[in-house]
């Protein structure tokens, strides 16, 4: 549909791009030691280890914290409306296949307010890569509970004893509503989590990729996830049966590859059959 | 009034095939040569309740209904009292059907004449009540039985020829019948003369013409939810993009539908979604996402009855104010209304071209009455406009995606346009696009997003004006309401009376400089829309001064203004 001028700079050769050459230079408004800036750090890594050109890439996000992530990234970006990232990026890769589109959320922006889209997104598996940086917490509007925070956690402002409400389970979600990738990675592990990124970008299909992004300012607990976190004890699977198992066991720790599907993805061919619209216009003549 | 025409309505019950009879007479009159429009009314039940199919039909074009029907045919009269409000009939009326008619369409209708259609139907071998109607009422408006004969066969032929030569025989009883009817006087269709009109001619609704319009504007992304009365616009839309390379995505709810488009447009791709007044509720946060960010989309909203779930099937112009007014924050934006079946291509491929051009959101008010009706029209030419969004040539270092230009249009890059990388953002944001809460920031942006729009040139699109350049009353409308009002005009014009029209078809942003030119001379203004509180009158009262009189007549949904209730108005103050 559209003439574009970028290159993959991989294939034109000419230039190599390091991690720090996505990144815009703006000062994230980030609490000094929030999960988040490992997101950023993991992000232009990956993007580095793929040669992408900035311009080929677009970083599509809600409202949070997390949904901060586009405007310290060079590449093409939307900042949007809370909750309605992931359909803004269904837009935009539908008619510009061209384009790699990575979509970024926060827990509260991906699985409440956004929770209807992100069914859909799943289902309708179009080429997306989704990172949601969950701190079981709404961070931007200072420390309400969110769709992932443990029942028992007393201190969200607007939940006080907690919410008593059993947490969202992002991956048993996702895998059921048709995710065709599912990873989790450490926001605070650049090097695991970047190897990780890559995969999701490059399988074809909706990526779902759940990242642990501690909010040192509402929830300081969460800097042990660091320590709790271990690899994956088992290879990733292509069983749907088999990875519905294992999700809905796990304890939200295990960090890796843990779903790889081969549905096909959702894209419209646009290609013209036509061209001319006097086509269109002759079933109205009487 | 002025124009010579026969107005018709078909009755039946569920499964009795009205609709199909009512589209068959149309498209006939069509083939005759003639012009037309056919409404639809139907029951609550999804399918197959009782029906009704009003027509209209005359030898030149026709913008509204009439203020009565000529002929109530009914292939049955199980529940169609439910209609009587919608089908007024007078002393000059005739009622054809089985057996004695409800008694409310019987009091009124002048001659009333027994006419069995099921029971002609069985006298034929496979024959169907709906066609023997279709008979009769060709017969009765003068149809040549040639030009029914080339509708059944478009309608029935894949069907088969034994299905074809059935309809065509039920037509033939249906017409044979309709010689013993009385012989009706008001059938003012001059059908020599005009028959032969060569002038190409389109069967299309308004959600159709939408839906050209759009693809003319060069819309080539649309992500669709379904709702009466719009959902046509959408049916028409999803086979048509693929075909000139787009793509229609059925969208999981409006919220998503919005964005969906904006994501499209942000991409480079013109884009658009169509909706009812729920879903533009609905839509709200992400309109003003597309006005802040300045991500050009177009929203048809087809009105229908509100507020709320409201009435589905059946017009009212009374979203005026959430599409003016339901953005939060100062959000210039473009609301326009197309005023006719056929304008509805014009209207839409303007509001997408100009949505593109100064990067805003146009919300397109379309309403049921011209959405979901039927018109024989002449063909509508293409007037050639399509999107021309200002993209930067070069990009080097220094680009600004929102920079301060004189025009306030800021040109855009588009993803893949190395050099352009940019982030879109709700937030108050810089030139540059970073977010900024300061004061200067903000209004500088706000002006900017501003004077794009009130520094355009709209042109004379703007209105339609008709009548007399020496009048010193005015009827000053909007939208579908223009059909009506229209008519009214004209027949206070042939009275001698002098009356001028002004039919805004740009509502935002507001034009005074335009209105109080084609305003001069006027002393009193009557203002006609389809509403229960006036939205229209109250718009014109806060943003306009009018050097005159000024009178509301609002009148709410479900049934249509007719033009003899402008007259009467008219007529009554001046
Ligand atoms: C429609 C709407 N409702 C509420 C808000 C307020 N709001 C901003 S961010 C946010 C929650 C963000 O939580 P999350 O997505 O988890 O991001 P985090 O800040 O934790 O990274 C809320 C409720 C909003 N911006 N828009
Ligand atoms: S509030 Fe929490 S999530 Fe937000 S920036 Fe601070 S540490 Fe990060
Ligand atoms: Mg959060």
């Not at chain 2, 009939?89 to 005739?94: G, K, Q």
């Not at chain 2, 069995?116 to 008979?135: F, Q």
């Not at chain 2, 959000?331 to 006719?340: F, S």
């Not at chain 2, 009158?537 to 806060?542: D, H, I, Q």
Request: contains cysteine.
């Amino acid at each position: 549909m559209i003439a574009t001028t970028g290159t993959h700079l991989s294939e034109g050769g000419c230039q190599i791009m390091a991690a720090k050459d996505y990144k815009s230079g703006v000062k994230p408004v980030w609490c000094p030691g929030c999960g988040d800036y490992g997101v950023l750090l993991s992000l232009t890594k990956t993007l580095a280890e793929l040669q992408l050109s900035p311009e080929q890439v677009s970083v599509i996000s809600g409202i949070g914290c997390s949904s901060r992530i586009p405007a310290y990234l060079k590449t093409f970006g939307f900042h949007g409306v809370h909750g309605r990232a992931l359909p803004l990026a269904t837009g935009l890769k539908v008619s510009r296949p061209d384009q790699t589109v990575i979509v970024a959320s926060g827990d509260g922006d991906g699985f409440s307010i956004g929770g209807n889209h992100f069914l859909h997104a799943c289902r309708r598996n179009v080429n997306l890569t989704y990172i949601v940086m969950d701190n079981q917490l709404y961070g931007m509007t200072k420390g309400q509970a969110s769709p992932t925070s443990a029942p028992d956690w007393e201190k969200g402002k607007l939940t006080p004893g907690g919410t008593g409400i059993n947490p969202f389970h992002p991956l048993v979600v996702g895998l059921a509503s048709g995710a065709n990738f599912i990873a989790r990675v450490s926001g605070t592990d650049a090097n695991g989590a970047v190897p990780i990124l890559k995969q999701a970008i490059e399988h074809p299909g909706f990526s779902l990729v759940h990242i642990l992004s501690p909010c040192i300012t509402y929830n300081r607990d969460q800097l042990e996830w660091k320590k709790q976190v271990r690899q994956a004890p088992v290879e990733a699977t292509s069983d749907p049966a088999q990875a519905a198992r294992r999700l809905m066991t796990d304890d939200n720790l295990n960090l890796g590859v843990l779903y790889k599907g081969n549905r096909k993805p959702y894209q419209p061919d646009l290609k013209a059959q036509v061209d001319s619209l006097e086509v269109l216009e002759e079933q109205f003549a009487v | 009034m002025t124009v010579p025409s026969i107005s018709i309505t078909m009755t039946g019950s569920g499964g009795s095939g009205v609709m199909t009879a009512g589209n068959l007479l149309l498209e006939a009159a069509g083939r005759a040569g003639w012009f037309g429009m056919m409404t639809r009314s139907a029951g609550p039940q999804i399918r197959g309740g009782e029906a009704a199919a009003m027509l209209r039909l005359s030898s030149e074009p026709v913008l509204a209904h009439q203020d009565r029907y000529d002929i109530l045919l009914g292939i049955d009269w199980k529940n169609a009292d439910r209609f009587a409000a919608e089908i007024p009939l007078d002393a000059d009326s005739l009622i054809v059907g089985p057996g004695e008619a409800p008694a409310i369409f019987a009091e009124a209708a002048g001659q009333q004449f027994q006419l069995d259609l099921p029971k002609i139907a069985k006298s034929v071998s496979g024959g169907r009540p709906n066609m023997v109607a279709l008979g009769v009422a060709a017969a009765i408006v003068g149809l040549p039985e040639e030009a029914v004969a080339q509708v059944i066969d478009k309608a029935l032929g894949r069907k088969g020829a034994d299905a074809v030569s059935a309809g065509m025989e039920s037509v033939r009883a249906g017409m044979e019948a309709a010689k013993a009817l009385p012989s009706f006087n008001s059938l003012a269709v001059n059908t020599e003369a005009e028959t032969t009109s060569q002038e190409a001619r389109w069967n299309i609704s308004g959600n159709e013409a939408c839906g050209l319009g759009a693809v003319r504007g060069g819309v080539r992304f649309v992500a669709a939810y379904p709702i009466t009365p719009a959902t046509e616009v959408l049916e028409w839309l999803a086979p048509a993009l693929p075909k000139l390379g787009g793509a229609l995505v059925q969208a999981e709810d409006e919220l998503a539908s919005v964005t969906q488009i904006i994501g499209g447009s942000f991409g480079g791709t013109p884009s658009l979604t169509a909706t009812s007044g729920p879903g533009l509720a609905l839509m709200m946060e992400s309109i003003g996402l597309a006005v802040a960010s300045e991500t050009p989309i177009v929203v048809i909203d087809v009105m229908r009855g509100g507020p709320s779930t409201g009435i589905p099937t059946k017009s009212e112009q009374s979203d005026l104010n959430i599409a003016l007014y339901g953005l939060h924050g100062d959000a210039p934006h473009l609301v326009l209304a197309p005023l006719t079946i056929g304008d509805c291509v014009f209207t839409t491929q303007w509001s997408v071209v100009l949505a593109e051009k100064l990067q805003t959101a146009a919300i397109v008010l379309s309403d049921q009455a011209l959405g979901q009706t039927r018109a024989i029209i002449p063909r509508q030419q293409d007037v050639g406009m399509v999107a021309e969004r200002e993209v930067p040539a070069t990009l080097d270092e220094d680009y600004q995606r929102y920079a301060n230009t004189e025009s306030g249009i800021s040109p855009m890059s588009i993803p893949g346009q190395a050099g352009g990388q940019y982030c879109a953002d709700g937030l108050a944001h810089t030139p540059t696009g970073l977010p900024s809460s300061k004061a200067d920031d903000h209004h500088l942006q706000m002006d900017k997003r501003l004077h794009k729009l009130t520094n355009y040139e709209f042109s004379s699109h703007w209105a339609e004006i008709e009548g007399s350049d020496d009048a010193e009353v005015a009827v000053l409308t909007w939208g579908s309401s223009y059909g009506a009002a229209s008519e009214a005009v004209a027949a206070m014009q042939a009275e001698g009376k002098k009356v001028r029209l002004i039919a805004m078809r740009l509502l935002s942003p507001a034009q005074p400089e335009k209105l109080a030119d084609s305003l001069q001379g006027i002393s009193k203004v009557l203002v006609v829309e389809q509403s229960h509180s006036g939205q229209f009158y109250r718009y014109l009262r806060a943003q306009y001064d009018i050097d005159a009189q000024v009178r509301s007549m609002a009148v709410p949904g479900p049934l249509a203004i007719r033009p003899s209730d402008v007259l009467k108005t008219l007529s009554e103050w001046s």
